[in-house]
């Protein structure tokens, strides 16, 4: 007895985990004829993808903070060698 595996296109994976989501694993599996471990596989793959998601936009948004500061932060250094200029200058007077 060969045990065959069936193959799912990703827009059918996408509606069954929508389903599933919405009404509840067992339910997906009823209607759909899915074993609930496939579901159950889709669902986390999901989850892993979208937290993956979230957290790429968090690091994005962490980035761009920072490279505003250093952005700043060499305007003012610039500033300070300016000013640090002129007093040397103004103490050889």
Known sequence: MSKTSKRYSPEFKREAVKLAQEKGVYYTHDELGVSTKSLYDWLEKTE?????????EKLLKQLKAQAKEISRLKEEREILKKAAIYFASEEKK
């Open 48 to 56: 892993f993808n979208s937290s993956s998601a979230t957290s790429n």
